[in-house]
């Protein structure tokens, strides 16, 4: 018999109770994220035969009622049923799930990688050896500022590693490698520094993976992502990154707290990516010297999956809060973003030629021409120019030099009041005109947004989301206020048609400078 996990009881984040539990006249039920069990996962993948509880229960399914015991056996329960969940009358003060089953040798190293956020991996490292007690694991800190202190934990679960500031990239590579050569690991659990996790999810990965049968024992486990500032709302659980390039993520904005949604989680769906907030594999294929490509940041997860061609599956909650992505969007994160994307489908999509990669440059290039983003612009030519240097420039090149050249292309967010001060604008006018997609297609498109059209139609300001904008916000516009409307801060553009048609005219020589053509 193998622990399984502890029924999560009390909520790491407030305001997401609904996650661990609900609570009804008749006492208190846990069909939720975090407590519900994905019995058709575990009939499937491992070898549990049956649950034993620390208490009796009701054990329900989504189909309905299923008996009263402390325990029960996996034949008794119909084969078409996704998920089994635990009822009581009074809210229990501990309930253990144990699993019936033949148990794996696991012993997981978790890397973090780190720089500049020294409270937050911090907190999140003392949680997890404050709560997590009940299975052998090391945590493997890189830290790419090297400002914390090797000795700051006087625990041997944990390892600070200092390195240079090569990216998460390279810093994952720098603790896989490092957990390799120890010899001693079985799985690498890779996690992000700024997510927050708890410690049931982890208990509930690791409880999985040392039931796992034999043929599955090479199956990787890619954790969900909960939005930090939406906490029941996911946004992804697990990933597919087709032929053509189109990237897909499962369960976006799945609301976590309704049933539908959690029965669509459990879904077989087409995976072969995970994101490294929180993604867990066997050791194997960094002990063979498969590491991340030198991406930086961006895309660095999907290109290692697809190269490693890893066998992923998704787990009831196994997830962890994270920050949103485009609340923290800039010109550095679009050079990294644009970059990393053409080396990613140069190497794993089918046909992806010059041509191609010179009309996916010159469409993002567009995109941002087209919203008066021209820094970010900017920030698309230096990706295209450096990726047409080949595969051997990663390796080369010096990113602190090139960091300090991208951050100059950051827009400064100004307030609420400087934005008035500066430019006379207030945030609360209306946002945009409205704009079918059917009027825009038809009519405004071929206009490039409203740089072609003559500037006495182009005088209007428009103030747009950059969470939530869409392309006809701009049309006609000649000055944008760009709100973030999360922190109500934001930035100001004005429209230039000789600087769009300057970008267009380098886009085309940079492509003859490298091509000849």
Request: hydrophobic share 40%.
């Amino acid at each position: 018999m193998a622990k399984l996990f502890d029924l999560a009881l009390h909520p790491r984040i407030t305001g997401t109770e609904q996650l661990y539990y609900c609570k009804n006249a008749d006492g208190f039920s846990f069909d939720t994220y975090f407590n519900g069990i994905p019995i058709r996962k575990l009939r499937q993948y491992t070898t549990i035969q049956g649950l034993q509880f620390s208490q009796r229960a009701e054990f329900r399914t989504e189909q309905g009622f299923l008996k009263t015991d402390d325990s029960i056996d996996l034949s008794e329960i119909p084969e078409d049923v996704q998920r089994l969940y635990v009822k009581t009358a009074e809210m229990p003060i501990e309930l253990t799930v144990d699993a019936i089953g033949e148990t794996r040798s696991m012993y997981p190293a978790i890397i973090i990688c780190t720089y500049h956020r020294v409270w937050q991996v911090k907190d999140n490292i003392d949680y997890i050896l404050m709560h997590l007690q009940d299975i052998s694991y090391r945590i493997i800190l890189v830290d790419n500022a090297s400002e914390i202190p090797i000795d700051t934990w006087d625990d041997e679960r944990i390892t600070v590693l200092h390195h240079i500031n090569n990216g998460g990239s390279g810093g994952f590579a720098f603790g896989m490698q490092y957990a390799a050569q120890q010899g001693i690991f079985t799985h690498l659990l890779l996690m992000d520094d700024d997510v927050t996790v708890d410690f049931v999810a982890l208990q509930r990965l690791f409880g999985f993976l040392q039931l796992l049968k034999e043929e599955y024992a090479d199956m990787c486990i890619a954790g969900s992502m909960l939005y930090a500032d939406e906490p029941t709302i996911q946004f992804e659980c697990g990933g597919y990154f087709g032929p053509d390039g189109i990237q897909t993520g499962y369960g976006y904005r799945y609301d976590l707290t309704q049933q539908d949604n959690l029965l669509c989680n459990e879904h077989d769906n087409l995976i072969n990516y995970g994101g490294w907030w929180m993604f867990c594999m066997p050791i194997r294929y960094a002990a063979e010297g498969a590491y991340p490509a030198p991406f930086f940041v961006k895309y660095d997860d999907v290109e290692y999956a697809l190269r490693c061609k890893l066998k992923i599956v998704t787990l009831g909650g196994v997830g962890v809060w994270h920050e949103s992505f485009g609340s923290k969007y800039n010109s550095v994160q679009e050079y990294f973003n644009t970059r990393n994307y053409l080396f990613l489908r140069k190497w794993h999509t089918p046909d992806f030629t010059d041509k191609a990669a010179y009309k996916t440059a010159r469409y993002l290039l567009l995109e941002k021409l087209c919203r008066q983003q021209y820094k970010m612009a900017e920030a698309v030519l230096m990706a295209y120019e450096d990726f047409l240097k080949g595969d051997a420039y990663l390796e080369r090149i010096n990113y602190e030099e090139k960091l300090s050249e991208l951050r100059k292309l950051n827009y400064t967010m100004l307030t609420e009041e400087e934005i008035y001060s500066q430019y006379g604008i207030r945030f609360d006018v209306k946002l945009y005109r409205k704009c079918s997609g059917r009027q825009f297609k038809r009519y405004m498109q071929p206009l490039l947004y409203g740089h072609l059209i003559p500037g006495l139609f182009c005088r209007r300001l428009t103030i747009t989301d950059v969470l939530a904008d869409r392309k006809e916000h701009y049309l006609g516009a000649n000055t944008v206020l760009h709100i973030n409307q999360s922190d109500r801060a934001g930035y100001v553009t004005k429209k230039s048609i000789i600087t769009f048609i300057r970008f267009m005219v380098r886009l085309r020589m940079i492509k003859k400078v490298f091509l000849k053509t």
